[in-house]
T-cell receptor, first 112, second 115 residues
Framework: QKEVEQDPGPLSVPEGAIVSLNCTYS??????FMWYRQYSRKGPELLMY????GNKEDGRFTAQVDKSSKYISLFIRDSQPSDSATYLC????????????FGAGTILRVKS | EAGVAQSPRYKIIEKRQSVAFWCNPI?????LYWYQQILGQGPKLLIQ????????DSQLPKDRFSAERLKGVDSTLKIQPAKLEDSAVYLC???FGQGGNSPLHFGNGTRLTVT
């Protein structure tokens, strides 16, 4: 069983839709949770990070962490064609030196 | 600020040949990472440096892969000899700290094709 599971998609939505991207994980030691966006032939770029459980909002993006269910989500409101990319969840266990573990990524396509 | 620089962008080699990748991290970032991203998968950590010391190389295939970070700045990753399954994008990343929510900044990677 992989430590981090993520549906690879592709997920295709019309412009303006609300998008929900999700990851599940098996290791309860994970404490720091991040979402990266990766455009084709580019490196991943950090979108959001959260520590432990709860919600965090940044513009059109909202990240949610439910540690009791070992489930994290990224919501994108008013999706735009420019949001078309691969979205990677990532998480790490502790403060120092623990490696960041990535999900496989979900391909998102927003149609205009 | 200038981002993480990697070269070359693309490399095609035959199996059993050797290849090297170069990375220049963001100025002032003490932690440097090499990740391998196979098509359709998320990045997998190969090696993590803190300054010029190795923090984690548990997933580095040491019989064929090697990496160094001289003077705690630039880094090179080498594969010798290459296998078909080494075809992937090799991503270099750097961060100011080495844990917690210290964000990783990635370069655009080197796409390696082994034929």
């Amino acid at each position: 069983q992989k430590e981090v599971e993520q549906d690879p998609g592709p997920l295709s939505v019309p412009e303006g839709a609300i998008v929900s991207l999700n990851c599940t994980y098996s290791n309860s030691a994970f404490q720091y949770f991040m979402w990266y966006r990766q455009y084709s032939r580019k490196g991943p770029e950090l979108l959001m990070y959260t520590y432990s459980s709860g919600n965090k909002e940044d513009g059109r993006f909202t990240a949610q962490v439910d540690k009791s269910s070992k489930y994290i989500s990224l919501f994108i409101r008013d999706s735009q064609p420019s949001d078309s990319a691969t979205y990677l969840c990532a998480m790490r266990k502790g403060e120092y030196g623990n490696k960041l573990v990535f999900g496989a990524g979900t391909i998102l396509r927003v149609k205009s | 600020e200038a981002g993480v620089a990697q070269s070359p962008r693309y490399k095609i080699i035959e199996k059993r040949q050797s290849v090297a990748f170069w990375c220049n991290p963001i100025s002032g970032h003490a932690t440097l990472y090499w990740y391998q991203q196979i098509l359709g998968q998320g990045p997998k950590l190969l090696i993590q440096f803190q300054n010029n010391g190795v923090v984690d190389d548990s997933q580095l295939p040491k019989d064929r892969f090697s990496a160094e970070r001289l003077k705690g700045v630039d880094s090179t990753l080498k594969i010798q000899p290459a296998k078909l399954e080494d075809s992937a994008v090799y991503l270099c990343a750097s961060s100011f700290g080495q844990g917690g929510n210290s964000p990783l900044h990635f370069g655009n990677g080197t796409r390696l094709t082994v034929t």
